[in-house]
C-alpha cells in the first residue's frame, strides 16, 4: 500500500479557501475545456459538462479551477483566437452555462478563473475585419500592427521575426482593388493577428471584457501571453532564425518587453478595485510568461502587478536532484524578492506530459517519477497548478494519426524553427469510467482518440484503489489541507544524500530520491504518505528509488 494516511475521509465539497490570500497556497486545476468532459454528444468538451464534473474536483480537493478560453472562436487555435470576448462559443454551450458554472463551482467552494487573451485576437474579429477594410493608416488599422513590406514593391516581410508556430510572422494583404497592400504580424497563426497596445483604444476595451467577466461572477484571469502585448520600438530584426527556441530564454524585441509591466499594473488597479467593491475576496491576475531568468519573471509579480506567474523553470527541470534543488532555490529567492508565492507546474495544455518527459527506460519509471514529483511540488512553498489529468497518472499520447491533428503548428511546417507541432498529444480527452464509447467523456465519441488502455486509467478504475495516482492525488491534497505548515510559509533543506532532496516544512519532512535505487535514510518522523512502499529496518527507512514520502515530525 502506497499511502498511510491518518487524515479525515474526503467529501463531495472543497473547503473554502481562507479570505485575501487564498491565492498564495492555492491548489489550481487547469481544465481543457474541449477535453474535460461532453454533455451533448458531439465529441468535443463544453462548459455544461465541466459542470457536471465539478464534484470530481471538490473531491479532488483542489482550490479552484482555471478554464481554457471558450469565448466565440473559429477554433484556428483551440480557442485563442477569440472573435468575440464577450460571447460563448456555441460548441462550448452559452453565456448561460458560464454562469450556471461559476455558480456551482461557488457552492462547492470552488473559485473560477478564466483564460483572456490579449496578445491577439482572430482574423474574424469585428475590429480585424475593419482593419482590412481600412486604408493604410486608417485608424481601424492603428489597432493592430500593420506596416508596409520592405523591397522595391513592398515585397518582403517589414522584419525577420518568425511566428513561434513556423515560418514568418507577418502575411501580406490584398487590397480592395486585389492588388497587393500591407503586411501585418501574427506571432502565432495568421489567424491570429496581434493587437497594437499602444493604441488607447485596446487597453480600454480589455478594462471593459475583464469588467464584464469580473460581474459574472469570475475569479480572476490566467492571461495568456501576458510577456507579448508590448514590441520593440521600430520593430528591429532579431538577425538569426530559429527564433522559438529563444523564448524564455532571452529578451526578444517582441517578447518581454518592459512595456508590459504598465499594462499589468493598469490591471491590478482594476483587480484591487474590483476586490474591495464586491466583498474583499481578492480577485487575481496570472501570467502566463516565459522570461530568460527568475528574475525577471518575478517583476511580473511585484506588489502593484499581477498576482502570479507561472514557473516554467520548474516544468521545464529535468529528473536531477541538484537542478532540481538549483530551480527551487532561484524560484523562492527571486519572488521573495518582491513578496510574492512562487507556483509550481509540471505540465500543461502546451507541454508534453511530464510522465513522458520524465521516462527514459519504461512507461513504468515514468509514472513512478511523475508521482514522486507531484508530491515534490505540492510540498513546496506557494500555490500549485494540475493540469486535467495528471491526477489520472495519463501519459502522452504520442501515436496519434497525422490526419487526426489539430494544433496548428503542425500545420505550418513546424520544422521551420518554429513549436514541434505535437501539442495533441496532451490534449487528447480524459477517462472517466471503464466503458463507453469515449470512457465516459460523453455520450459520443471524441475530438481526439483515446488509447485503448485508458479504461483502466479512468476516474471509475482508479477510486477507491489505495495504490492508484488519483487516490495518491487525493491524499496528498487532504494532507496539505490538514498540516499547518504546508502551503504558504517558510521552508529549509536538510542533509541528503547525492541524488536525495530532504527538505523541512513546520511540521513536516519531504524526501525525494531521484536515484535509479533505493536509499537507506534515519526515519524522519512519523509517515504520512508515499509515493511507493516503504521498507523499515532499525530505526531506518528504505526510500525506493524514483519516489518521494512525506512525514509528520
Not at 500593420?146 to 516581410?157: S, T, V, W, Y
Not at 482593388?177 to 476595451?205: I, K, M, R, S
Request: glycine share 10%; aromatic share 10%; charged share 25%.
Amino acid at each position: 500500500m502506497t499511502q498511510e494516511l491518518t487524515t479525515s475521509p474526503q467529501t463531495e465539497t472543497a473547503q473554502p479557501s481562507n479570505g485575501t490570500g487564498w491565492w498564495r497556497d492555492a491548489v489550481i486545476y487547469q481544465v481543457y475545456v474541449r477535453s474535460f468532459a461532453d454533455s451533448d454528444g458531439d465529441g468535443i468538451g463544453d462548459l455544461r459538462g465541466v459542470r457536471e464534473r465539478l464534484p470530481h474536483l471538490a473531491r479532488l480537493g483542489v482550490d479552484a479551477v482555471w478554464l481554457t478560453p471558450f469565448f466565440a472562436s473559429p477554433q484556428a487555435d483551440g480557442g485563442y483566437d477569440v472573435a468575440d470576448y464577450r460571447a460563448v462559443d456555441p460548441l462550448f454551450g452559452a453565456l448561460s452555462d458560464a454562469d450556471d458554472l461559476v455558480r456551482t463551482a461557488h457552492e462547492l467552494g470552488l473559485k473560477v478563473i478564466v483564460d483572456i487573451v490579449p496578445n491577439h485576437t482572430s482574423d474574424q474579429h469585428v475590429w480585424f475585419q475593419e482593419a482590412l477594410a481600412d486604408r493604410p493608416r486608417g485608424a481601424a488599422r492603428e489597432r493592430y500592427h500593420f506596416h508596409p513590406g520592405r523591397g522595391a514593391d513592398g515585397e518582403l516581410p517589414p522584419n525577420d521575426w518568425e511566428s513561434v508556430f513556423g515560418g514568418p510572422a507577418w502575411t501580406r494583404t490584398t487590397d480592395p482593388d486585389g492588388t497587393p497592400g500591407e503586411w501585418y504580424l501574427h506571432l502565432f497563426a495568421p489567424e491570429q493577428p496581434d493587437l497594437n497596445w499602444d493604441c488607447p483604444e485596446v487597453a480600454e476595451e480589455f478594462a471593459s471584457i475583464l469588467r464584464f467577466w469580473l460581474d459574472l461572477g469570475v475569479d480572476g484571469f490566467r492571461i495568456d501571453v501576458a510577456h507579448g502585448m508590448v514590441k520593440a520600438a521600430g520593430l528591429p530584426d532579431i538577425g538569426h532564425t530559429e527564433q522559438a527556441k529563444l523564448i524564455g530564454a532571452q529578451v526578444l524585441p517582441f517578447f518581454d518587453q518592459d512595456g508590459v509591466h504598465e499594462i499589468h499594473r493598469s490591471w491590478r488597479r482594476l483587480l484591487d478595485s474590483y476586490s474591495q467593491e464586491h466583498g474583499g475576496t481578492v480577485r487575481v491576475g496570472v501570467a502566463e510568461a516565459w522570461a530568460p531568468t527568475s528574475e525577471r519573471l518575478a517583476l511580473y509579480v511585484r506588489p502593484d502587478e499581477l498576482h502570479q506567474a507561472f514557473n516554467f523553470q520548474f516544468l521545464r527541470c529535468p529528473w536531477d536532484a541538484a537542478a532540481m534543488r538549483e530551480v527551487i532555490d532561484d524560484s523562492l529567492a527571486a519572488t521573495a524578492s518582491v513578496g510574492a508565492p512562487t507556483t509550481w507546474v509540471l505540465s500543461n495544455h502546451d507541454v508534453v506530459r511530464h510522465l513522458t518527459r520524465y521516462t527514459e527506460d519504461s512507461p513504468a519509471q515514468g509514472l513512478r517519477r511523475a508521482r514522486a514529483a507531484a508530491l515534490l511540488m505540492l510540498a513546496l512553498p506557494g500555490s500549485t497548478y494540475i493540469y486535467q489529468g495528471e491526477e489520472l497518472g495519463l501519459p502522452e499520447v504520442t501515436d496519434l494519426p497525422d490526419d487526426c491533428r489539430q494544433d496548428p503548428a503542425f500545420f505550418r511546417t513546424f520544422h521551420e524553427s518554429g513549436q514541434d507541432g505535437f501539442r495533441d498529444g496532451c490534449r487528447v480527452p480524459i477517462p472517466w469510467s471503464r466503458d463507453g464509447e469515449s470512457y465516459g467523456f460523453g455520450p459520443g465519441g471524441s475530438w481526439l482518440p483515446q488509447p485503448a488502455d485508458w479504461r483502466d486509467l479512468s476516474v471509475e478504475a482508479q477510486t477507491g484503489d489505495p495504490d492508484s495516482t488519483l487516490e495518491l492525488y487525493r491524499a496528498a491534497l487532504a494532507v496539505r489541507r490538514e498540516v499547518p505548515g504546508l502551503g504558504d510559509g517558510p521552508m529549509d533543506w536538510l542533509d541528503a544524500p547525492e541524488g536525495v532532496l530532504a527538505l523541512s516544512r513546520r511540521g513536516f519532512v519531504c524526501t525525494l530520491n531521484t536515484l535509479g535505487e533505493a536509499v537507506e535514510l534515519p526515519i524522519p518522523g512519523r509517515a504520512l504518505l508515499s509515493s511507493a512502499p516503504l521498507e523499515y529496518g532499525a530505526g531506518t527507512v528504505r526510500i525506493p528509488a524514483d519516489s518521494c514520502a512525506w512525514w509528520a515530525i
